[in-house]
């Protein structure tokens, strides 16, 4: 099956035009079909040895919601301390989630056993599990793009508050927590460019041919 050039510039598109999304969520509920089709796609990522380690946990409760926010709060507030003076002013002004805004939550986890001990591929680097889980988040994050929904990922919170407050079990491991829902549009560049945190790298500096190279940032 070949891909037309339409669909191969629909796949361009979508890649170019996601966003993680922090604000502006609307509240319209994602319908039942919408959502199973992202989810089917973040299902159909590639996974180590096939192990498939990821489950979905979808968040629609408002007292799931603020107990995650109470997390992020705290953990946002330990943050401000690493960064320093202007720094530190410019990371106070950046909205870094939409976890009560959005209607919708998904946490990404990863059963790093679900297979049995050795796994086809992990055998010498034991994160391709983890590794998996986060190809699974990037495919739910284009799909949902392609659905002109808006993903945020908040990763400003320590994980023994998503563990309690959706009872995740010890032996699983947190890979994400996502915000998600319908937005009217999505910004061409990302909110930390836009606020000069940092800019994009020119793609040349991160392209190396036969040997690394120390990368050059002019
Ligand atoms: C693993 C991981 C973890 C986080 C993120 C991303 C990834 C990949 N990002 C989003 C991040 O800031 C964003 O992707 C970059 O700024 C680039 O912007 P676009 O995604 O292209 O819009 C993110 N954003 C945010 O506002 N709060 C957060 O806690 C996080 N955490």
């Known amino acids: 099956m070949n891909i037309t050039e339409a669909e191969r510039d629909a796949v361009y598109k979508t890649i170019f035009s996601r966003r993680d999304v922090r604000r502006e969520f609307k509240s319209d509920p994602i319908p039942q079909a919408v959502l199973e089709r ?9 996974s180590v040895g096939f192990m498939q380690p990821w489950d979905f ?7 799931t919601k603020s ?13 401000l301390e690493q960064f320093e003076g202007d720094r530190q002013n410019q990371y106070k002004r950046l909205k870094l989630e939409g976890i009560e805004e959005a209607p919708l939550g ?26 998996s889980a986060v190809c699974a988040v990037q ?16 990763s400003i919170i320590h994980d023994n508050v998503v563990r309690n407050a959706l009872k995740i079990p010890e032996n699983i491991d ?29 793609v ?5 041919h036969e040997y690394w190279q120390e990368p050059s940032f002019d």
């Open 38 to 46: 992202i989810l089917l796609a973040a299902h159909h990522a590639p």
């Open 57 to 63: 946990i979808t968040i629609q409760s408002p007292i």
């Open 67 to 79: 107990a995650i926010k109470k997390g992020f709060l705290q953990a946002h507030h330990e943050s």
């Open 106 to 131: 998904i946490c990404v986890t990863c059963d790093r056993s679900r297979t049995g001990p050795v796994v086809l591929g992990r055998t010498t680097k034991p994160e391709m599990d983890l590794f």
């Open 139 to 154: 495919n739910l994050w284009l799909a949902a793009r392609a659905e002109n929904i808006g993903v945020g990922w908040v």
């Open 174 to 202: 947190i890979i994400a927590y996502l915000c998600v829902g319908y937005v009217d549009s999505f910004h061409s560049t990302p909110d930390l460019e836009r606020a000069g945190w940092l800019p994009r790298r020119d």
């Open 204 to 208: 040349k500096s991160a392209i190396h």
